[in-house]
């Protein structure tokens, strides 16, 4: 299917993110439109995953995928809110605990399956199934909430990441810009470019809102589809070229604080789960397996290369550049036309990517709001509904500017309650009334109660160091490359 092939990002990996299209008249309004392409929902087609299934290696590659997002570009400026001993080991942690989490809900969507007799679960549907098997009567009353829940910061969190690619845009084109008298061919140069002073970062933003409408405006899923190819291509040469990079030349690290200060320890904290949350696409990929029993194997050999890789990237990102470290690491290459190209490329597959994080939290609130309408104003009111989704991210982008507040923000509001808080809940619903040992109850009540420390701290900090800093933070841009 072209769908699994198309993954990018948490932030990238949208198309597997559409199975976990909640409301029913949605699914089956996509469904009937495009029904050669549309494997979200295996109980039509019962034999489809054993005929058109991915092997264990391509869901690897797809989970592997499915984080290298904007998220990794910001580890390093989270190491430095943690430090260089405290954030490797506390990325580590997070990523045992993250991958823990996901086995939980792959686990409990298996008891539903088999208890059901159902092919496939969703995130919604296991946790709508969790609360009516709570021994609480009236969880099991307001079961369907729990779909809602897991709906609204899906919504909250896909549109989050497009607010993260509208500043992301918008800081790196504003540099290659103001940098573009003094790139050179020489990357290695010893000099200091003064950058040409242009339009304020706000405006870049307002820039690319034409290109962002034009881009959600394309309603059909195989033509994002070769947008995603293209995010993925370019976006994986500059990681490449940025790894190469930033193992090179690392000055004395004796230098940086082991333990940074426990107030800049929420913003860590907001960036890495940010980072880490593919939570969603985890079922639908174990849907798509020929031989499903070896996703548990797969899903753990995954994170733990994900975890390796944020672990390198942020360490080796703050060990190269130090306290100058930046919001997005690409922030920080020299002015050489190679770099550059690099921050051109992030720039292109970003762009591309943002139409397939719009696609979700569209095919969520449009096919409910043109249910409420005639057919004649279906239409009229699908383009609307886009035209002003749109909109709210880049007035959001627009009214937070800062790239590293707007990662911790997304992560600690949504990220954190997707990735952390509901699993370890819905553990103890799915399984309470069948018995649970104490201890089995505590881990998952300390795992829920860490998770929203995190999104009440993260939130709060974000919020207070953007009160503080008055408006948007002019970042310096120019870049000193010292041999």
Avoid at 70 to 94: E, H, Q, R
Avoid at 106 to 134: I, Q, W
Avoid at 380 to 405: E, N
Avoid at 419 to 438: F, R
């Amino acid at each position: 299917m072209p769908v699994t092939k198309s993954a990018g990002g948490p932030q990238g990996a949208v198309d597997l993110k559409l199975d976990l299209r909640y409301p029913p008249k949605s699914a089956k309004r996509l469904h009937s439109k495009d029904s050669s392409f549309w494997d979200g929902h295996p109980s039509e087609s019962p034999g489809l995953e054993k005929t058109t299934g991915i092997t264990a290696f391509q869901t690897l590659v797809h989970l592997v995928k499915g984080n290298m997002g904007t998220g990794i570009l910001g580890l390093p400026l989270a190491v430095k809110n943690a430090g260089i001993l405290m954030g490797p080991l506390s990325l580590l942690a997070m990523g045992f605990i993250a991958c823990h989490c996901m086995h939980i809900l792959v686990k409990c969507a298996r008891r539903f399956c088999h208890r059901l007799n159902k092919p496939f679960m969703d995130y919604g549907d296991t946790v709508l199934h969790g609360l009516e098997a709570s021994p609480s009567a009236w969880l099991r009353s307001h079961a369907h909430w729990g779909r809602h829940i897991v709906s609204f910061f899906l919504i909250v969190t896909q549109l989050g990441f497009c607010c993260v690619y509208v500043v992301f845009l918008a800081d790196n084109l504003k540099q290659v810009v103001e940098a573009v008298n003094g790139t050179t061919n020489n990357c290695h140069y010893n000099e200091t470019v003064i950058l040409t002073p242009t339009m304020d970062s706000r405006l870049y933003m307002l820039a690319f809102l034409p290109f962002l409408v034009l881009l959600v405006l394309i309603r059909n899923l195989r033509v994002l589809t070769v947008f995603s190819m293209l995010a993925n291509i370019s976006m994986l040469v500059s990681l490449i070229i940025i790894t190469q990079y930033i193992a090179q030349e690392i000055p004395d690290p004796s230098r940086l604080p082991l333990v940074a200060s426990w107030k800049t320890y929420p913003l860590f904290f907001g960036t890495a789960i940010f980072s880490f949350e593919s939570i969603g696409v985890v079922l639908p990929l174990e849907n798509k397996m020929k031989d499903a029993r070896r996703f548990p194997a797969i899903l753990s050999l995954g994170m733990s290369i994900i975890t390796a890789l944020y672990i390198g990237i942020g360490a080796l990102g703050y060990l190269r550049f130090g306290n100058d470290i930046k919001a997005s690491i690409t922030l920080n290459l020299p002015n050489c036309w190679l770099y550059q190209s690099v921050k051109l490329l992030y720039i292109v597959g970003i762009l591309c990517t943002y139409a397939l994080q719009f696609y979700v939290p569209a095919e969520i609130i449009i096919p409910f709001a043109t249910s409420q309408v005639s057919k004649r104003w279906a239409l009229p009111l699908d383009l609307s509904i886009r035209l002003a989704m749109v909109c709210l991210t880049c007035t959001l982008a627009i009214l937070v500017p800062r790239l590293d507040l707007v990662l911790s923000l997304v992560g600690s509001v949504s990220s954190s309650a997707l990735a952390l808080i509901i699993p370890p809940l819905l553990e103890i619903t799915t399984y309470y009334s069948e018995g649970m040992s104490p201890l089995t109850i505590a881990k998952d009540a300390l795992i829920s109660i860490l998770g929203f420390a995190g999104f009440v701290a993260g939130t709060y900090q974000a919020l207070d160091e953007l009160i503080l800093s008055g408006g948007p933070l002019t970042f310096s841009n120019s870049t000193v490359f010292i041999q």
